[in-house]
């Protein structure tokens, strides 16, 4: 356990469906990020919240909404998703640099997401 | 750019074998980082090692960082089946101190 939860753990969804995708850690970290890993490609930064304030945003469809309520609450918010978002969503946490720890994340065990 | 990229994709091994796989990146980081993934896992941290550290050990695990060939390897001595899983390098550059940028990724299959 790496003290980051995600849920739920598989969906299966239509192109027309509403969902949402939740991470909780439980770490007292104040970073956490959305990433997407597709089979055959690497780890793709979706989103970074620092301090509750979106501070990276990777050009990612609009489709996909992410939410920070406080630090240790991140969702993501999907809607009209495409087959090809079909993938492993992870969820990571981290200390911010700013506080002169390092830069380790720890990650949740993903949503394995298909749209059908 | 920056991504790191891992060699070999795959490595098989008997237990008890070494297993080494590299890293290569192409601008200056702040420090990179191995990862740990099991089959549809979420990733766990291996070590970290700063671009200052030439060297770092952490259980079976061993670490170089060669900053001049900007490139890391990864050594796993006597392997065991439970280390079978894949293994990723990220790296950490610039101000933002708190973004990974992971390379493809090393598929590590250790035969018991």
């Known amino acids: 356990e790496t003290g980051v939860t995600q849920t739920p753990r598989h969906l299966v969804m239509g192109m027309t469906n509403k969902k949402s995708l939740k991470c909780e850690q439980h770490l007292g970290h104040n970073a956490m990020y959305w990433y997407k890993q597709s089979a055959k490609k690497p780890l793709e930064l979706m989103f970074v919240y620092s301090l509750e304030e979106r501070v990276e945003n990777n050009s990612v469809p609009s489709r996909f909404s992410p939410e920070c309520p406080n630090s240790s609450h991140l969702f993501l918010h999907l809607h009209t998703l495409q087959p090809e978002d079909s993938a492993l969503y992870l969820c990571a946490s981290s200390q911010d640099r700013t506080s002169g720890n390092t830069d380790t994340q720890y990650f949740g065990p993903g949503t394995r997401l298909t749209v059908l | 750019s920056q991504q790191g990229e891992e060699d070999p994709q795959a490595l098989s091994i008997q237990e008890g074998e070494n297993a080494t796989m590299n890293c290569s990146y192409k601008t200056s980081i702040n420090n990179l980082q191995w990862y740990r993934q099991n089959s549809g896992r979420g990733l766990v941290h291996l070590i970290l090692?700063?671009?200052?550290?030439r060297e770092k050990h952490s259980g079976r695990l061993r670490v170089t960082l060669d900053t001049s060939k900007k490139s890391s390897s990864l050594l796993i001595t006597a392997s065991r089946a439970a280390d079978t899983a894949s293994y990723f390098c990220a790296t950490v550059y610039g101000a933002a101190g708190n973004k990974l940028t992971f390379g493809g990724g090393t598929r590590v299959l250790v035969k018991p």
């Open positions: 090692i700063r671009s200052n550290e």
